[in-house]
């Protein structure tokens, strides 16, 4: 297994929370399975990021459900507008069975 460095220099509190952002969990059978962060970026726009859903409870639609909630949080706050980047080389965001989910809820958003 490779070796971790600067763990501990992660601190979400800091970068995301602080500054009005949010870090949502999905929780399964007692267990953390997917995770979704909200960035408030400079002039209030949030961007939807780090997403991650457990291997194992993938194709479950927790995806769609973590950016549902999420895009509801950022309604919450008054606004209309988000964004999402994604790295081509993250192949189950961009190819996998999820990405329909993805384009669905931020269609939501921006309807």
Known sequence: MPEINNINNVRPEKYIINKGGY?????KNDRIVG?????????????IAKMAVTKSY???????????????????????????????KLKT??????????KSAMDELNQ
Not at 93 to 102: F, K, L, V
């Open 93 to 102: 965001a961009n190819g996998g069975s999820n990405i329909d989910d993805i």
């Open 23 to 27: 870090i949502l969990f999905a929780e």
């Open 58 to 88: 993938r194709g479950q639609r927790i995806s769609k459900q973590l950016l549902t909630t999420a895009i509801e949080r950022i309604k919450k706050e008054g606004i209309n507008e988000t964004f999402l980047l994604t790295n081509e």
């Open 35 to 47: 995770t979704v962060s909200i960035i408030k970026n400079l002039g209030g726009i949030y961007e």
